[in-house]
Structures are given as structure tokens and as C-alpha cells.
């Protein structure tokens, strides 16, 4: 028997994209505006990325593309992540205990797994940055989980 109920999972994806792309457009705007202080999560990527490159024995892509994939994965597991903001009433709740949780790792995480401290971690601004990046990127994916059930209610 089907469902009449609408699927959940089309509304999940795009309010997490949404909060993915919100991210990522921040951190990509303070790169250029502000170098001295502001996070550098794309460097953490590229270094992710060439760590795991290694590992699996695989070509090392040139910076351009290393970047660039960097980029496409930031905004896929980004996505994937804020995704579980979900939908409903809680749905804020949720975005910013995810936001915080993730800008809390994004601070706290790197240096233990090996990527260094310092895109991260470098200044006071520069932790308050990525930890308040991650909290918008959040309240941006239950931002646009909220519209998207306000919309289809109409």
C-alpha cells in the first residue's frame, strides 16, 4: 500500500544543501576578505584528501583540482550532515545543535587527526569564526526545512 504522506527525504537533502551552500560561501568570502584570521577548512580538505590519497596509494591531483574536489566534497558532506536537521517543529533545535556541534569539532578535531591546528585554529577570531560558520550553516538548513513545510502546507 503507498504512502499519501510526502517524501521526507527531498526536503532533507535540499535544506541541508542549502545550509551546506550557506557554509561554504561564508568561508569562501572571509578567505578573500579577511587572510590574517579567517578559517582555512579548505585546507583542512585538501590535506584530508591528500592524507587519504596516500594511503590508498592513488595519484596526487595538482592544487587546482585538489581544491576543487575539496570544494564538491565540503558541499556533499556538508549537505549529507545538515540534512539530518530534518523537518518539523524541533527543526532549529536541531540545526543549531548540529551547526554548533560540527564548528566545535571543526575547532577541536583537526589536530588530533593529524591535519594541524592552525586553518582552524590560529586566533581567537579564527575559532569563533568556524564555530559561528557551522551554527549559521545550521540555522540555514532549518531555515530552509521550515520554508519548504510552510510552502507545501499552502
Same mark, same amino acid.
Given at each position: 500500500?503507498?504512502?499519501?504522506?510526502?517524501?521526507?527525504?527531498?526536503?532533507?537533502?535540499?535544506?541541508?544543501?542549502?545550509?551546506?551552500?550557506?557554509?561554504?560561501?561564508?568561508? %569562501? /568570502?572571509?578567505?578573500? &576578505?579577511?587572510?590574517?584570521?579567517?578559517?582555512?577548512?579548505?585546507? &583542512? =580538505?585538501?590535506?584530508? &584528501?591528500?592524507?587519504?590519497? =596516500?594511503?590508498?596509494? +592513488?595519484?596526487? *591531483? #595538482?592544487?587546482?583540482?585538489?581544491?576543487?574536489?575539496?570544494? +564538491?566534497? #565540503? &558541499?556533499?558532506?556538508?549537505?549529507?550532515?545538515?540534512?539530518?536537521?530534518?523537518? !518539523?517543529?524541533?527543526?532549529?533545535?536541531?540545526? +543549531?545543535?548540529? =551547526?554548533?556541534?560540527? !564548528? /566545535?569539532?571543526?575547532?577541536?578535531? *583537526?589536530?588530533?587527526?593529524?591535519?594541524? %591546528?592552525?586553518?582552524?585554529?590560529?586566533?581567537?577570531?579564527?575559532?569563533?569564526?568556524?564555530?559561528?560558520?557551522?551554527? /549559521?550553516?545550521?540555522?540555514?538548513?532549518? !531555515?530552509?526545512?521550515?520554508?519548504?513545510?510552510?510552502?507545501?502546507?499552502?
Amino acid at each position: 500500500m503507498k504512502s499519501t504522506k510526502p517524501s521526507v527525504m527531498p526536503q532533507a537533502l535540499a535544506s541541508g544543501l542549502a545550509g551546506a551552500t550557506a557554509l561554504t560561501l561564508l568561508h %569562501e /568570502i572571509a578567505r578573500h &576578505l579577511r587572510p590574517q584570521d579567517a578559517p582555512r577548512m579548505d585546507v &583542512l =580538505g585538501m590535506r584530508a &584528501l591528500r592524507k587519504l590519497l =596516500g594511503k590508498a596509494d +592513488a595519484p596526487q *591531483p #595538482d592544487h587546482n583540482t585538489l581544491f576543487n574536489l575539496t570544494m +564538491a566534497g #565540503d &558541499l556533499l558532506s556538508n549537505g549529507l550532515y545538515f540534512s539530518l536537521v530534518g523537518r !518539523g517543529k524541533k527543526a532549529w533545535q536541531r540545526g +543549531a545543535v548540529l =551547526g554548533l556541534a560540527a !564548528g /566545535i569539532g571543526g575547532v577541536v578535531l *583537526p589536530g588530533p587527526l593529524g591535519l594541524g %591546528e592552525a586553518p582552524s585554529n590560529r586566533t581567537p577570531q579564527t575559532k569563533l569564526m568556524t564555530v559561528a560558520w557551522y551554527l /549559521i550553516g545550521g540555522l540555514v538548513a532549518a !531555515g530552509a526545512s521550515r520554508a519548504w513545510s510552510k510552502a507545501r502546507k499552502r
